[in-house]
């Protein structure tokens, strides 16, 4: 593979060879995001050589993790036959306490949940135990311990840790149909997805989930339904509900004059892992519009549609977090045991905000401003922040 592009047939090759045997990468619809991307990461990018030897690493580990995957339902089809019950699905912009809440609702063991590790190793390396996986949690605490030192300012941002919950974009991220845009500057492939039916992503999500459930229950974990969370639902609301039957959604709250600013902020910093010399105003632009457009979405499908969302303050899930958790309780049916509750106090306990450094950042270092944020977002704070 030449050191300067990053090419699809080659990366296919190369997972092949890593996967020595393996031939079927399911689902054939992944290849022409596969194409889109890498053209776009070869021209628009503006990649570093350091960065295009961790994207080139992560891709073709995904493309191995889909072999992995289709022989593991070929070993064991029962597999296949795992059901996904309806998921509680945290949903909102980031930073506005969607880590916050899963984390505390994952405590909770009739409520499965998938931790960092998981997503960055969903498949079991080759001969190790499925009931022990050992090998993979060290190797991610060993990531994320190595991401922090390069990058101290990243907790400040998001709390990193391998051993919590965390989002399932990054198990998205195989369908090559998902939020590529948080590693790079990739408008023609950003557009190209705008303009796609991403139900093969959610279809491939859904694959996965099973997997990881089947999984855990190799490990003894037995729960009723998966707490799910991830911004990039706001822009696919009516096909998460379509692939869900029955989720039922919380959706996260704050003003967008604060938190855009803030996403601007860590993804210019997660751009910075890869590219050269990032454009803080393309990035804060970027995630400006994208989030505009995913609220009017979101808006759009709950007018239309009978599923009843929660709606939770950011302010609230911080000052009174518990109050909250009683509120989603209430509205999803679900019953809370005295060992769950006891489990997210020792965790709230453990993780307050308050140990973790402030994050900084000014609205016109990436190209906003206040008067900017409140015009883009005007119908939505009107309704949400204003109310």
């Keep these: 593979m030449s050191a300067a592009t990053l090419n699809p047939d080659a990366l296919e090759r190369a997972a092949l060879e890593q996967a020595a045997g393996l031939k079927n990468f399911g689902d054939p619809t992944y290849r022409k995001g596969l194409e889109v991307l890498c053209d776009s990461l070869n021209t628009e990018a503006n990649l570093s050589d350091f960065g295009r030897g961790l994207l080139e690493h992560k891709i073709v580990e995904m493309l191995v993790n889909r072999l992995r995957i289709e022989e593991f339902f070929r070993q064991h089809p029962e597999i296949e036959n795992e059901k996904i019950g309806a998921p509680v699905v945290i949903v909102g912009l980031p ?43 060290e190797r991610a605490r060993g990531e994320v311990k190595v991401m922090v030192d390069a990058m101290p300012k990243l907790m400040a941002i998001h709390p990193m840790d391998a051993d919590q919950a965390d989002e399932e974009v990054m198990l998205m991220e195989h369908s090559f149909m998902s939020s590529f845009n948080a590693y790079a500057n990739v408008p023609s492939y950003m557009k190209w997805l705008h303009e796609s039916d991403e139900t093969p992503a959610y279809d491939y999500l859904k694959r996965i989930l099973k997997f990881l459930q089947w999984q855990q229950r190799q490990r003894g974990i037995t729960a009723t339904r998966w707490v799910l969370k991830a911004p990039h ?19 996260t709250h704050r003003d967008p004059v604060d938190t855009i600013p803030s996403i601007a902020s860590m993804i210019h910093t997660l751009w910075g892992i890869y590219g050269s010399g990032p454009d803080a105003s393309a990035a804060g632009h970027e995630w400006n519009d994208l989030m505009a457009r995913a ?39 679900m019953t809370l045991s005295a060992e769950g509750k006891q489990a997210m106090e020792v965790w709230m306990e453990k993780n307050r905000r308050d140990k973790r450094e402030a994050h900084e950042y000014h609205p ?13 977002f005007a119908d939505y704070r009107k309704k949400y922040i204003e109310a």
């Excluded at 505390?104 to 498949?123: A, F, G, K, T």
């Excluded at 639902?233 to 959706?251: D, N, W, Y």
């Excluded at 303050?313 to 209430?330: G, L, M, N, Q, S």
Aim: net charge neutral; charged share 25%; aromatic share 10%.
């Design 95 to 137: 930073r506005t306490g969607t880590t916050l809440l899963q984390r505390v609702l994952s405590c909770d063991p009739n409520l499965y949940s998938m931790h960092w590790w998981e997503s960055r190793y969903p498949v079991p390396f080759p001969g190790e135990d499925i009931k022990n996986p050992i090998e993979r949690m």
């Design 233 to 251: 639902h706001l822009l696919r609301m009516k096909l998460l509900l379509k692939e869900f039957p029955g989720a039922q959604v919380i959706q």
């Design 295 to 333: 609220f009017h979405h979101t808006m759009d499908v709950r007018a239309t549609n009978n599923t009843p969302f929660l709606d939770v303050r950011f302010i609230d899930t911080v000052k009174k977090p518990f109050e909250v958790v009683d509120a989603i309780y209430a509205h999803t049916g």
């Design 364 to 376: 016109g270092d990436f190209g906003l401003s206040d008067e900017q944020l409140k015009r883009d």
